[in-house]
DNA sequence: TCGGCGATCTGTGTATACACTGGTGCCGTG
DNA sequence: CACGGCACCAGTGTATACACAGATCGCCGA
């Protein structure tokens, strides 16, 4: 693989699961070292992340990783309801009916382990299956790759969100629903059911605003103070 | 200005106005002897362009410039669609009325000289800074970005549209009407009067299907055959 | 003591040299 | 004559060296 690729991929990972918190400074010398490669593909790879608005340019300070907390989950999830809507909408217009059934059954399969407590890994690796699959269906590769530049900020809010075992499976149970909206190829049923997950999962993550889990970066400085170096890795982990 | 932006917006303004057309290669050495840079800065910019989705990896052939055309307007004014009107509900909100105001009043000032022929240039800065100010008052970044990186692709479909007087007289009185709702803080109504400007606009776009005006590069073959290198400057301006 | 100013210095921006991959064309062989 | 393999080569990917700008810190003067 490419080394660019892999710094890429690497940063990525790091800022989503907070090892590289909001704040961040992304020093070239800094991480080309710790990575172990050159400044010129780090560059590549933190131009995309900027891209990506995973890391911005901060005036005197180099490039720093974006802040995201719950105070943004509701523009966040207002851009997502529009999109996942209309993709929602398309993908029920051309949908295989064959791959959505089986991916609903999927997801109630895994209903019942979630609400007993089972390690939800495998379930967002499901819903990210289903994710794919609306990208593809609904046949607009311009909304696609909307879609796709809006998760990555919606993942890193998981963090935020509390590991609720009814939450899950109720979500779970959710998606079983967009499922066979889309196996069913009614566009206005995938619509409704995809805006009421959203509107629930938005409601799930606010309603823990201050009961929030496991200490997520400094709640209270938006800017973090000095240049202090972020090798560090947190042992928190989604 | 960094020689890296320099080669970004040049690379975006030939890619935009068709002097790179659909399907050219990027050639690093090329383009860097061509803009006279080196290949650093301008891999980077090169970078940007396919985060933006105005280049792309081919395989085998380095970074091409991607195709749009009239095929891709009907997706693009799907996705335009959710995100404009998302964007006006959202500005009419917050709406500085006098700012708005004053917009309207200047696109009602257009609408006659643009009826009788006059250079639409002006026209379209002015629609430009409807759009920033709707970016703005709309009160959310995440949604502003999108709409920004929709708009680039956009840009590119003018060149499909033929120039019509009174098709441009309309879509100013359109725009105006939009201003006017924004200025009166009614997101119901201004969300649909941005609905009625661009199922017009789309209208007008796909009329002229067959009748195109100034031969935008190659209607027949999307991937051009050969290894021709492209330093002329078209005529053919927007 | 505080404010302004200049030197230093860290870190980014750019150029260039080198390595390597993938494609192309030629040659040999069946 | 067609096909497979090999060598060459163009062009990208990466490393490194250099230039330069902005920030920081200390010093000087008021």
Redesign the pocket.
């Known amino acids: 693989?490419?080394?660019?690729?892999?710094a890429y991929r690497s940063l990525r990972q790091d800022i989503i699961d907070g090892h590289l918190p909001p704040g961040a400074?992304?020093?070239?010398?800094?991480q080309?070292e710790r990575l172990?490669?050159?400044?010129?593909?780090?560059?590549?790879a933190i131009g995309r992340l900027v891209a990506e608005g995973l890391a911005e340019?901060s005036?005197?300070?180099?490039?720093v990783v974006t802040k995201v907390s719950l105070a943004e989950a509701g523009l966040l999830f207002d851009l997502r309801t529009v999109l996942e809507g209309l993709a929602a909408r398309r993908a029920a217009e051309h949908a295989d009916a064959a791959l959505f059934g089986d991916l609903a059954d999927r997801f109630e399969a895994a209903t019942e382990p979630l609400r007993g407590g089972a390690d939800p890994t495998e379930y967002y690796a499901l819903t990210e299956e289903l994710d794919a699959a609306v990208d593809d269906a609904c046949a607009n590769p311009y909304l696609a790759q909307h879609l796709r530049g809006l998760r990555v900020h919606l993942t890193r809010l998981r963090r935020f969100s509390r590991k609720d075992p009814a939450r899950l499976a109720a979500s779970a149970t959710e998606h079983a629903a967009i499922a066979h909206a889309l196996a069913a190829r009614n566009p206005e049923l995938a619509a409704a059911t995809t805006t009421m997950h959203l509107q629930h999962a938005l409601a799930h993550l606010q309603s823990h605003q201050e009961t929030a889990g496991t200490a997520p970066t400094d709640p209270r400085s938006g800017t973090r103070p000095g240049?202090e170096t972020q090798h560090d890795h947190d042992t928190v982990t989604t």
């Open positions: 693989m490419r080394a660019s690729e892999r400074v992304l020093g070239e010398v800094e080309s172990g490669l050159s400044r010129t593909p780090l560059r590549e340019p005036t005197g300070r180099g490039v240049h």
